[in-house]
């Protein structure tokens, strides 16, 4: 028989001063839990919010969708007035702009003559060193800090040199059509830009190069921003090699046995393949780039051609607008160019054009009817 115990009692002045203790270290291990938070919040914003963010925001998004310019710059924007022509009179409610430039650069009156780049700046941007992973990380807080607007349905990137072929409409329609992205993507077989050492992480048959100048759609821009292993992989073994420099003697030959690879013609597209996303691109870029190939015989390979007053005339831009095919030699594949199944031209953007190449496609009315007073139009 098993004797029934009574329940066990405490007195209330107990519960009480128990209850005070547990109310107590709660209070306490919140106030650290909130200090720490606050802490380290800077380091948190805005990549490590992304999943939260993919989760709750923008998924079947009602509203007017937004087409979002990311500009990847040196320092300026010297083709402002351009741009600024550009955007004249679109609906706001159509376009935002995102400006990563070197840290601590500021777009204000003093630095922009457009109105439309304001404080357009990343806050947390980073120093970007050309040709290394720092440009791709760039590329990342781009598009993690245009995901925080909900509204931002497709994302295009663009450098400081980069030029729009079309009007607005025509390059907002475009890219809104496509339930597509835009990554120019291929297998180049004779390369050796692939490291073994990526192996197992990134097989080597998922190696793909191409194009840094992307348009993505949203769901594409959270894979981007939510990865974590190849961009790491790509840091570790994806680097450049540094160019030649014989006062350094002896460790100049070491460097030049030194692996070679560009991150940014490599990581989105690597990445994606990855991820199988393949069938929902259009493998191709929007972006035009003129290869000079005179250049082509040095050490570092070829290099886009740079338009200038001259070379910006309006048969030659005509050209590159009825453009559409393009043929990837080492796949022996040709890209018909379409938009949601529709073929359609394939470049909306081009690159490199000085200010004054920009200028003749003002004047030469390119991208809207000529307006003088565009030029004019000085901010104080
Ligand atoms: C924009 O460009 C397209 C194609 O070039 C043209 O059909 C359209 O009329 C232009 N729209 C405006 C508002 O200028
Ligand atoms: C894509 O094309 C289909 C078929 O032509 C059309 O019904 C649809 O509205 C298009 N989508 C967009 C976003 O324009
Ligand atoms: C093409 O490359 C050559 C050789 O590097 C260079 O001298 C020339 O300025 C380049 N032309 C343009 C327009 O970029």
Not at 6 to 29: E, F, M
Not at 190 to 207: F, L, V
Request: with cysteine; net charge positive.
């Amino acid at each position: 028989m098993t004797k029934k115990l009574p329940p066990p009692t405490i007195p209330t002045h107990h519960v009480l001063w128990l209850g005070w203790k547990i109310v107590l270290i709660l209070s306490v291990s919140l106030f650290t839990f909130a200090l720490f938070r606050l802490h380290h919040q800077p380091r948190l914003s805005p990549l490590a919010l992304s999943r939260e963010r993919s989760l709750s925001l923008g998924r079947g998004f009602s509203g007017t969708p937004k087409l979002a310019f990311l500009f990847l710059v040196r320092r300026n924007l010297p083709l402002d007035f351009l741009w600024s022509s550009f955007f004249e009179d679109v609906d706001a409610a159509k376009f935002s702009i995102y400006i990563h430039s070197e840290p601590g650069f500021v777009f204000d009156e003093s630095t922009t003559r457009s109105h439309f780049f304001y404080n357009r700046q990343l806050r947390d941007s980073i120093q970007v060193a050309w040709g290394e992973s720092t440009m791709i990380e760039a590329e990342r807080l781009l598009f993690a800090t245009a995901l925080e607007d909900p509204a931002n349905q497709r994302f295009v990137l663009l450098s400081d040199s980069c030029v729009p072929l079309y009007n607005f409409s025509y390059i907002y329609k475009y890219l809104m059509a496509s339930p597509r992205s835009f990554v120019d993507s291929f297998i180049d077989a004779k390369e050796g830009r692939y490291n073994p050492k990526m192996s197992p992480t990134i097989p080597r048959d998922k190696w793909r190069k191409g194009s840094q100048w992307i348009a993505l759609i949203r769901r594409h821009a959270e894979v981007l921003v939510d990865d974590e292993e190849i961009i790491s992989v790509f840091k570790n073994f994806c680097k450049r090699r540094p160019p030649i420099d014989v006062s350094m003697g002896k460790l100049n030959a070491r460097r030049q046995k030194q692996h070679n690879c560009i991150p940014d013609e490599h990581y989105v597209q690597t990445l994606f393949a990855m991820n199988d996303l393949e069938s929902e691109l259009e493998r191709r870029t929007v972006t035009y780039t003129l290869w000079n190939q005179s250049a082509a015989t040095n050490e570092n390979g070829w290099h886009p051609f740079t338009f200038t007053y001259m070379s910006a005339r309006t048969k030659q831009i005509n050209e590159i607008k009825s453009i559409n095919h393009v043929y990837y030699e080492t796949e022996y594949r040709t890209e018909w160019c379409s938009s949601n199944s529709t073929l359609i031209p394939c470049f909306l953007f081009a690159r490199k054009f000085s200010r004054g190449a920009a200028m003749r496609l003002l004047s030469d009315g390119v991208i809207s009817h000529f307006d003088a007073s565009a030029l004019l139009d000085s901010h104080p």
